[in-house]
């Protein structure tokens, strides 16, 4: 049984501020409105049990910190007829920091194709290099492109110490991948399962520019959308039900 | 009257270590398929002019160059309805290296909607606020989104020295913004008429991030595009005649 | 009174780690035995009151980190006859991490000159321009080579939120400078009085590489030292009384 | 038979200016009067030769810039019993940009104790791992402290190619050590014989950070010098006679 279901002011601000401190020294372009209650992921209620031991315990838990520095439709000129698939292109920018031990919880995106590059530490990566059919998620392959599949990864090494009572979600992950600092990029296709962590006994967090299409979040920042009708769209499938609504909004406890 | 319509090996050889060197300095994971006869870009026979005294003449003319990480069509997944459209999204991302003195020479793209974040130094960025409609360049307004426009700029300063005798084609560029590190990234729409250049007295080459959807680039690497309908597609369109052709090959003289 | 006299060990590695990986983000070279139980700097058991509401509660304490990556006394091949005054030079290097609002306490080294380049963020610096004679620290100016003064400061900003009941330990030193990345490398000479902090309302913790003569400090590394003689001496001359003492270990309180 | 006894200004320009950019790049705090026609070396008149292919041929000659930050006597506050030996003392901080397959000449200093910490490439380190007596360099170990020497190093790699016609004044330097980033600082003890280089086939140029001892040096800045009796002061002894001197001033052909 968890003993939290919140973060405190103090806690939730502290991880930011380190964060966006890393952020700016690893020269990322932080604006101030990057930095809001949004910025901090937290998957799930019983994933804010992290905050007992904090950042630094290395224990593994489902959260970490993105500043989002573009979310473009790029709509603008487009020829009209391609207003309907527009909703599969678009840019996004942000950078990620997940602190040792800690992992972004699996998931794929419908509509969005993205790309890696670690900019600090390494970056563990977990996936699925075909597209997966999945009742509950609506995956099914049937009328897709099938251009160019993910390369294969390796084994995931026996001692690495999955989120507790979540691991069985990372079963249909069977690739991993472990990118470092100087490494080519690598493409997170559509509709493709994928989950990544910071090794629990690393020096520091670590720190992934991500580009990819424009990101369908139900944040604050999706929702200042332009195209009406895109508002409504959670491009975010998770394996394990309920996460998306849990990341609406964190439970932050004031004083 | 140019007195050089070449660049020799020993000039090239020379212009592109050093820019991948700041690259690496940069941290921008530079790759060595990255680094070919295509990295350098010279617009045009009669820029090669630039050569005679050297990269850090800091004179006006139109060459720099372009390490692409990544070029990405972003089709894999896609509902197949959606194919006809993909060529106006993808995924791409390079960096670019501009010398004190010189431009890259105003143009637009069809397709391609672009961000830049400067990296190193300032960026000297001409464009046009607005879709200018141009019978040569194929461009209506007709039939296109027209969702948000560019934000204006300041006036050009008086003193900036343009390429000579290219300074016509600056005319219809008229903001003027300078773009420094650490500040928001700033989006290029398709189909906006560009130019950028590194100011004259600067320190250092400008150094910039782009991202952007897939280049449809007259390149070696865009040849090797996995779509065969795509091969044929040259999304730079230079309002100077003539200058996409002569950016197909650098005339590299091997001494 | 001071609700706290000691930091627990979570909280103490949390605050290394979070400077560690700040200081490898700034590519210094960090090695593992530079991160220990010295790293962290508490001056006085009522500073430990900064552990309440942590490193970034932006609350003006005598609390930061040191990264010292060389302390080299520089004797091997000195003629003999220059032993005796081998304690006013040797080689130290080190990274100082500043979260913000935390100080370092006002003090003078009688034998080390030392140097400051910020990294990232922003240094206050508050020192006395010239050497001050004072009886407790046995400060003469007799006898004293007098080569080129400090250069005047501004003056001190009247916001400044200083520690508190310390207040007074400021007063002596009546310069004030804001020291910023890329600027010039200020030097700090001996036996002049001066104290640092970061600004309380920074994005980031301020981070100073040091470059100074030995420092002989009461800490393990400084104990190591290869010269018997030296081992006795404290070179940290504290306004506040008791601070040396009470900087000789950190209390950590395990659980 | 050399082909070139000068540099033009041009050539000379550019080299520096290219240097001073990477050097920013590198975040070190480059001021406008760091950068001068001493800032680059070239060890002797038939070392010019190097400019005929340029920086970027990866041919071997000794030739490299120095961009010195700082240097500092470190008197002020000295007990003037310790002026005489202050000669060994002080504080130099400086970066070094060699170019691939580029060297700096094997010399020793006298007073100079240094450390080398590694910021981008890699450094090709040769030195020898003991005084070594020399009647011309006048080195004797008698009456010199001998507290820790220096480690032993590597077996040199049988494929370096050393400047022509200057192989065997790397004779005495049977120490070879390669140093990369992240690396612990080595420390290069004075009256120690060594030189060092960048790998030929490198991306990028070395780029070291060295922090020593005041640099007794026969150039400008170095005759700036406050204290007039350490002016005639040349702590560079070069084991190819005639160096010292023809560093003096660069042979830059204006024109």
Known sequence: MATRNYVTRREYDAWIAECAALA??????IQAEMINDNTGLVFGDDQYEAFV????????YEVF??????????????PEGGLEWAQFGGLCDKLMIVHPGKFCSPHLHWRKTEFYEVVLGEMELYYASDILEDKRLQVT?????SSHPMPKGERRPSGVRLPKGREHT??????YRRLGVGEPKFVMHRKHLHAFGCPPDAKTPVVIREGSAYSHEPTATGKASILSNW???????????????GRLKNHIRES
């Open 24 to 29: 700016i020294a690893c020269r990322y372009p």
């Open 53 to 60: 031991n904090g950042m630094w315990s290395r224990e593994p």
């Open 65 to 78: 910190a993105i500043f989002q520095a573009l979310n473009e439709p790029a709509i603008q000129g487009l």
């Open 141 to 145: 392959k049937k009328g897709l492109v």
């Open 170 to 175: 990372y079963d249909k992950l069977t690739e």
């Open 231 to 245: 508002q409504g769209i959670h491009d975010n499938g998770f394996l394990l039900e309920g996460l998306d609504e």
